[in-house]
T-cell receptor, first 109, second 118 residues
């Protein structure tokens, strides 16, 4: 079956760096997405990786290794507003999105 | 950027009534829109894929007669929760992909509708 794994919850300190990991097993691969979701709100798009390597976008970076079925989202210079759930989603060979359960990130002062 | 508008943002209804939720792509066209449901502290669950001009495709376990989907144009899809019951209370989110940008482009989400059935 298809499966996305990511940690349920992580805690980090304001100003620090945190890495959220995501491993996947899917039927085919057409890219991996990271979304941010604040409580009670809809997800917002953060990043998309389809080739191996690191994609940097401001304070956020996303890494992909297709051979390992692995991605991570790296958040630098953490701010209190970064407290949210971070969703990993993989697009399979049918272009269907398979969603992880999300990682709740708690930022402490 | 691509904007998806979803209305209403919040609705409270009595058990047995029907509720319609609208999802509009404001600055792009979408042949396909997706309806998700999210229960507290859980991830998104795809309910159905709405296809413009044809029948929606429902995920296993989702009753098509209860969750009516209409995709009448390239910019509008509606979800009607018929004969709502308290267990239907949830956060419903629609999303769409710009048909000009390809199947692997990111989904753009509406702001969601929080449905409470009393």
């Amino acid at each position: 079956g298809q499966n996305i794994d990511q940690p349920t919850e992580m805690t980090a300190t304001e100003g620090a760096i945190v890495q959220i990991n995501c491993t996947y097993q899917t039927s085919g691969f057409n890219g991996l997405f990271w979304y941010q979701q604040h409580a009670g709100e809809a997800p917002t798009f953060l990043s998309y990786n389809v080739l191996d390597g690191l994609e940097e976008k401001g304070r956020f970076s996303s890494f992909l290794s297709r051979s390992k079925g692995y991605s991570y989202l790296l958040l630098k210079e953490l701010q209190m507003k970064d407290s949210a759930s971070y969703l990993c989603a993989v697009m399979d060979s049918n272009y269907q999105l398979i969603w992880g359960a999300g990682t709740k990130l708690i930022i402490k002062p | 950027g691509a904007v998806v508008s979803q209305h209403p943002s919040r609705v409270i209804c009595k058990s047995g009534t029907s509720v319609k939720i609208e999802c509009r792509s404001l600055d792009f066209q979408a042949t396909t829109m997706f309806w998700y449901r999210q229960f507290p502290k859980q991830s998104l669950m795809l309910m159905a894929t709405s296809n413009e001009g044809s029948k929606a495709t429902y995920e296993q376990g989702v009753e098509k007669d209860k969750f009516l989907i209409n995709h009448a144009s390239l910019t509008l899809s509606t979800l009607t929760v018929t004969s709502a019951h308290p267990e239907d209370s949830s956060f419903y989110i629609c999303s769409a992909r710009d048909m000009e940008t390809g199947d692997n482009s990111p989904l753009h989400f509406g702001n969601g509708t929080r449905l409470t059935v009393t």
